[in-house]
Nanobody, 125 residues
Framework: QVQLVESGGGSVQAGGSLRLSCVAS???????MGWFRQAPGKEREGVAA????????IYTDSVKGRFTISQDKAKNTLYLQMNSLKPDDTALYYC???????????????????WGQGTQVTVSS
């Protein structure tokens, strides 16, 4: 069964850190994978992506310098290290895979076929 399973969310105070994990089962990526988040009442937004073939990474402006996306190919796992967390980072975080390719944007949720169930991150001030 092909699935993505996220873990590592939790509640922290502002300035704290968390590391999210996303284990891919029955699926091996050779393209873009990403982390998205969705806060209550807001659209799902992409925060970080990695081109798994080469390890190239890209971040949305609001998390640059604070978040780091990485992969462990041996474990088929994607990570998101989140430092200097802010209350605005509070959201349900999702892992995305199976990028549709072509001219699609890596920041568009419609560009991915495979999603995890999400893991909640709550940052208090």
């Amino acid at each position: 069964q092909v699935q993505l399973v996220e873990s590592g969310g939790g509640s922290v105070q502002a300035g704290g850190s968390l590391r999210l994990s996303c284990v891919a089962s029955g699926y091996f990526s050779n393209d873009w994978m990403g982390w998205f988040r969705q806060a209550p009442g807001k659209e799902r937004e992409g925060v970080a992506a990695i081109y798994t073939r080469r390890g190239s990474t890209i971040y949305t402006d609001s998390v640059k310098g604070r978040f780091t996306i990485s992969q462990d190919k041996a474990k088929n796992t994607l990570y998101l290290q989140m430092n200097s967390l802010k209350p605005d980072d509070t959201a349900l975080y999702y892992c995305a895979a199976d990028f549709k390719g072509g001219s699609r944007s890596i920041w568009d949720r419609e560009s991915y076929n495979l999603w995890g169930q999400g893991t909640q991150v709550t940052v208090s001030s």
